[in-house]
């Protein structure tokens, strides 16, 4: 049985946990053993699931938290990635406490899964838990809910009486923008679509609401939904406008479970060096949000300052089990997506970034997990990867990366700490100065900032097109694939350059200069193929000896990028 409170935190009802005492000899105990606290899994996507498991002790820190997991009533379980051991930090006014922590990947809509979740502790403390959990189901209209035909001149009218259920359909014409104050339920929810030829000339404010939709509406201006509840944003089209500060759709208040889809968001800031960088010429962020269950999927952002946003500092609320997937961002300015303050648990995940000035941001991550999972990178002016202002927690897997200068290159000036990263591949060069930022000098991974004794890199592909395969580890340097291998964590490392594509791709040496957007997947005889490491619920399913490097599996079809 499920139980589900009012802020959309799911468990088990009925629960059964069964505790093991470790065999004689199996560890010290004391401070060694685990205590294990309550577990949750707050706020449920679409496609995921967020599973936290709060502990004390450990202090020798080789407690273990694995996951099981399939559909109620099916057989066989399936094992998701182990949960990530998240030791109790503080950092930027923010604090959390020890726990395992992680997400189950890519599951159905609307299905309830069984969950068997395993703390194995040699010192004390093994215990196995057993709950369940139900994702969010596609949100869709009521079924055979009233329709209502408007026009510009009947809108605020029938907008005044519209109840739980109803469905405005816009009729073509031009509408003043407005402020929207009627809720719908979860299963009535109300709807205002837009045909052919209808044209939003301002701002949408939806404040305070609840299930409400708003589909197929081209917007010259803005969408503003703080506060706002299970709000739907799909397949509109939002052209941003200096009157509303150059933003696309955003929430400036805590929100919960948006689904934010197939929309194009095309933003004020042009693809020039000035614009480069959080004090360039640049305005506007295209999708922004705060508050936990976010689902932002299938969009094509293009022309911002950053793409798609969380909030930072001060402003940053309940920022966690958040969905960021199968986006297309291009031309923005300073981040593509910027997971900045991300409490846990968000998903970063397929989306495709060509021509950004940075990539993915994680500036910084609340401890974690942050996970940055299949994203196809080309042309991070300045870099890939932004995990800044003493970042805990990120997680890289199976990302592909080609760019100007140094190919994962971080320069924090404060630790990177609890990095783990699987399974990618890092291409760069020559590199140079935009902006007065520099690119890096072309070295393969340059990571001085890292704090390797929490941190893990491992079976990634590496490569320059200077010909040298040079950079550093925290204090450990290397010049050679076998000092790379020898002196840090990527004992599976491998070299590669720009022909294990399968398609030609160019060295993005010249940043500035548009080009389209190539084709990332490898050839199925190159160094990258079967070269990766196994990782339960992310690479399943891989078709030769072992899984292939970089975001997508060769001979594969590609993913779809921004709106379906």
Not at 131 to 138: D, H, N
Not at 277 to 295: K, R, W, Y
Request: net charge negative; proline share 6%.
């Amino acid at each position: 049985m499920l139980a589900t409170d009012a802020a959309g935190n799911t468990s088990g009802a009925s629960a059964v946990a069964r505790a093991t005492t470790p065999a004689s000899g199996g560890g010290g105990g004391g401070a060694n053993a685990t205590v294990v606290g309550a577990t949750s899994l707050p706020f449920p996507t679409l496609h995921h699931l967020t599973v936290e498991w709060a502990f004390s002790g450990d202090a020798n820190a080789n407690g273990v938290a694995t996951v099981r997991y399939r559909p109620v009533g099916t057989l066989p379980w399936r094992e998701a990635l182990p949960l990530r051991r998240v030791p109790a930090g503080s950092n930027e006014g923010f604090s959390w406490t020890g726990r395992h922590s992680g997400s189950v990947f890519d599951l159905q809509p609307g299905t309830t899964y069984e969950l068997e979740l395993t703390l194995t502790d040699p010192d004390g403390g093994t215990t196995t838990r057993t709950t369940v959990a139900a994702t969010r189901p596609l949100p869709v209209p009521m079924a055979n809910a009233p329709t209502k035909a408007v026009t510009p001149a009947t809108f605020a009218s029938i907008a005044a009486g519209a109840q739980p259920g109803d469905v405005l359909l816009l009729g073509a014409g031009t509408y003043s923008g407005f402020d929207w104050s009627r809720s719908g339920t979860q299963p009535m929810p109300i709807v205002l679509r837009g045909t052919s030829g209808v044209v939003i000339n301002g701002a949408i404010n939806l404040f305070n609401q609840s299930h409400v939709h708003l589909e197929g509406l081209t917007v010259n201006g803005r969408i503003r939904f703080n506060g706002s509840k299970h709000v739907v944003i799909q397949r509109c089209t939002i052209n941003a406008s200096s009157t509303y500060g150059g933003d696309g759709i955003v929430t400036y208040t805590r929100a919960e479970n948006a689904y934010i889809a197939d929309n194009v968001v095309t933003g004020l800031t042009q693809w020039a060096e000035d614009s480069l960088g959080a004090s360039g010429n640049n305005l506007g962020e295209g999708i922004v949000v705060t508050g936990p269950g976010h689902v932002i999927l299938h969009n094509r952002v293009t022309g911002f300052r950053d793409g798609i946003s969380l909030l930072e500092d001060a402003e940053a609320v309940d920022q966690f089990s958040i969905d960021v997937l199968n986006n297309d961002l291009s031309g923005n300015a300073d981040d593509g997506i910027e997971a900045d303050f991300c409490f846990h648990n968000c998903r970063v995940v397929r989306n495709r970034l060509t021509h950004n000035f940075i990539a993915l941001s994680s500036q910084p991550g609340l401890g974690g997990p942050t996970y940055f999972i299949r994203n196809a990178i080309y042309n991070a002016v300045h870099v890939a990867f932004k995990p800044y202002r003493g970042s805990t927690g990120d997680v890289l897997l199976h990302n592909t990366v080609v760019k100007n200068g140094d190919a994962f290159g971080v320069y924090a000036g404060r630790p990177v700490t609890g990095l783990y990263a699987r399974n990618n591949l890092f291409l760069g060069g020559p590199g140079a100065t935009f902006n007065g930022y520099s690119s890096g000098t072309g070295r393969v991974l340059h990571l001085p900032d890292l704090d390797v004794a929490s941190s893990s890199l491992d079976h990634d592909g590496v490569g320059s097109t200077t010909g040298t395969l040079t950079g550093s580890l925290g204090g450990a340097t290397f010049n050679s694939l076998q000092t790379l291998r020898t002196l840090t964590t990527e004992a599976h490392a491998v070299q590669v350059d720009l022909t294990v594509f399968s398609t030609p791709v160019a060295y993005p040496s010249a940043p500035l200069t548009l080009s389209a957007t190539p084709d990332l997947r490898i050839r199925a005889d190159s160094a990258a193929a079967n070269a990766g490491q196994p990782l339960a619920n992310v690479n399943e399913g891989f078709s030769g000896l072992a899984p292939d490097l970089g975001a997508v599996e060769a001979g594969a079809a590609l993913p779809t990028y921004g709106p379906r």
